[in-house]
């Protein structure tokens, strides 16, 4: 049985993307964490699927309760309250966290709405917050952005998620700082 070509393209995009991280993370000799929530695992899974992630990838958090943030992460309870779980403060605690609970010297959050529910006026389906820490970086320069994917198709916002952290983990990233929320097609 073969995968439809949807699902085929989608996985080749991720292997690349996965192979380009590794490969430039291997050669700056640095580790690479991961704290995901509405991608499920998906940027985990993807580094992990390449044989001989292990000496880049050094751990991956799957948070997707605000519980499971609070406990594995460390997220405060307050941010969680204050501005919720999809929010910049919320991603920008998960990345912290992914940093201080790992070996890495980066690590990328994403938390967000992946859909067909659970959106709102104010946070609508689409709708993925990022962020990427880099050790030894002032917390305040840590990058955050709020991306509004253009579909409502959950597999496809997951998949542009997936695509978009993995890029973050590039060490040409390093010099992102905060940034303005954008909108982006969801392929």
Known sequence: MSLPSNVESRLAAREAAATAVLAANRAAERRVAVAESCTGGMV???????????????????????????????????????FGEVSLATAWAMAAGALAKSDAEVAVAITGIAGPGGGSEKKPVGQVVFARALRGQDPDDYFTQRVQFQSTDRAAIRHA???????????????????????????
């Open 44 to 82: 985990c899974a993807a580094l992990t699927d390449i044989a001989g992630s292990s000496d880049v990838f050094t751990a991956g958090f799957i948070t997707y309760s605000g519980d499971a943030k609070k406990t594995q992460l460390e997220v405060s309870g307050d941010i969680l309250e204050t």
């Open 161 to 187: 998620a997936t695509l978009f952290a993995l890029d973050l983990l590039l060490p040409e990233k390093d010099s992102l700082r905060p940034s303005e929320d954008i909108e982006l097609p969801a392929p």
